[in-house]
C-alpha cells in the first residue's frame, strides 16, 4: 500500500473511531515512521482534494466528510458526536460510517433546528433542502467558504429569502434525497483502502443520475467565471 493511502486511512479511521481530529504525531506513532514524514504527505493529500490543513502545516481542518473543528451540523452515531464539514459531509458522516446515525443541524434562513435520522439505506423522509452557493467548479478555490454555504433549508422559501438578505444568487436546490446519493457516492467507501475521489467526467455523471444536470454541477464548466 503507498504511504499516502496508509496516511489517508489512519486519519480517517480515526476520526471514526474517535470523532476527534487526530495530530500528526500520532498519525506516525500509528504508523511507525517519522511525524515530517507524515507531514508531507498531508501535503500530498491535500493536493488530491483529501485533506484541508490549517496554515500550521500539521493541524487538520477537514477530512471529509470529517471535520476538525466545531460546526454547526453535528451527527450522533454509536454515542459519538461528530463535526461535519457542511450539510453534504453530515449526510456524508452517516454514509462512511455506515451505521444509523442522527443528524443535527439547523434551517440556515430560519434557524429551525433539523434532526434527521439517518438510516443505512439513507435519511428518513423530509421536505428540508440543501443549498449550494458555490458552482462546483470552483468549489476548492476556497473550499472553506464553499463549505460554510452548504447548507440545510427547510423550504424554497427560506433559500430565497436567506440568497435575497446577504444578494447571493439562488442556486439549484437539492432534495434530501439526491444529497444522500451525493453522500453516499463521495462517502461510502471512504474508511476502505480502494476509495477515491470521483474524477470530473464521472462527477457530471454522478450528478446528471441524480437529476441535477445544470452548468452549476459541472466541474469544469466555465459558465460562472474563474
Known amino acids: 500500500m503507498e504511504f499516502d493511502t496508509q496516511v489517508k486511512l489512519a486519519v480517517y479511521r480515526h476520526f471514526a473511531a474517535t470523532a476527534a481530529q487526530p495530530s500528526a504525531a500520532a498519525i506516525a506513532e500509528r504508523l511507525g515512521v517519522d511525524a515530517p514524514a507524515v507531514l508531507e504527505s498531508f501535503g500530498q493529500l491535500r493536493a488530491q482534494r483529501l485533506l484541508v490543513v490549517e496554515d500550521d502545516g500539521e493541524s487538520i481542518r477537514m477530512a471529509p ?38 443528524v443535527h443541524s439547523r434551517c440556515e434562513g430560519s434557524g429551525e433546528l433539523l434532526h434527521l435520522r439517518v438510516g443505512r ?28 454555504n452548504m447548507l440545510f ?9 436567506w440568497c435575497a438578505e446577504r444578494g447571493f444568487p439562488v442556486r439549484p436546490m437539492v ?6 446519493g451525493m453522500a453516499t457516492t463521495w462517502y ?22 441524480l ?16
Open 153 to 161: 433549508f427547510r423550504s424554497e422559501e427560506q433559500v430565497r429569502l
Open 175 to 180: 432534495r434530501l434525497d439526491q444529497l444522500w
Open 65 to 102: 466528510p470529517f471535520s476538525g473543528v466545531p460546526t454547526q451540523h453535528v451527527v450522533e452515531a454509536d454515542g459519538l458526536r461528530y463535526f461535519a464539514n457542511c450539510a453534504w459531509d453530515a449526510l456524508g458522516v452517516a454514509a462512511a460510517l455506515q451505521k444509523p446515525a442522527v
Open 211 to 226: 437529476g441535477l444536470d445544470d452548468d452549476f454541477w459541472d466541474p469544469l464548466s466555465d459558465f460562472f467565471g474563474s
Open 188 to 209: 461510502g467507501t471512504r474508511l476502505q483502502e480502494n476509495s477515491r475521489r470521483p474524477k470530473p467526467d464521472e462527477i457530471r455523471s454522478i450528478f446528471a443520475g
Open 121 to 148: 439505506d439513507g435519511p428518513e423522509a423530509s421536505n428540508w433542502l440543501f443549498h449550494c452557493l458555490v458552482p462546483a467548479a470552483q468549489w476548492w478555490a476556497d473550499i472553506v467558504f464553499t463549505c460554510a
